[in-house]
């Protein structure tokens, strides 16, 4: 299904997140596989800087980190356990908001929380800074 961005569900999303907030990683894991090259990572951040669709790229790298050894692909980059960090127990007040930092685009599923002493981290894809939410 697709969500009008550019990138199929279910994981398109998350897994452009993982290129965006593990670039350098990928890329050297790439460079490091069988093939030594990263053109194919540069095709995904072209897709989704010129607003194109990224699902087919970002299948692709995925398979191509699997068949370089590395059998979670992108998904191993994913960080699905902040996915629960809103839910709140009974009785506990949700009237308090915590800051969050979203992808600026809005395209990928990446998400960073405030760190005390820690910029706030750019988009790998077309340079800005995450955009501020409140939670």
Known sequence: MADGSGVTSPGGAERL??????????????????????????????????????????SVLHAVLQAGGDPMGLDGYTDSAGATRGLRPAGISSARTELVYLCPAGRCARYWWPQATAPVPHCAINGSILRQERL
């Not at 990683?25 to 607003?51: C, F, H, K, N, T």
């Open 17 to 58: 997140a993982a290129v965006c907030a593990h670039l350098q990683e990928i890329r050297a894991d790439l460079r490091s596989g069988p093939s030594g090259e990263d053109d194919l990572l540069e095709r995904v951040l072209a897709a989704a800087r010129d607003g194109g669709d990224v699902a087919g790229t970002i």
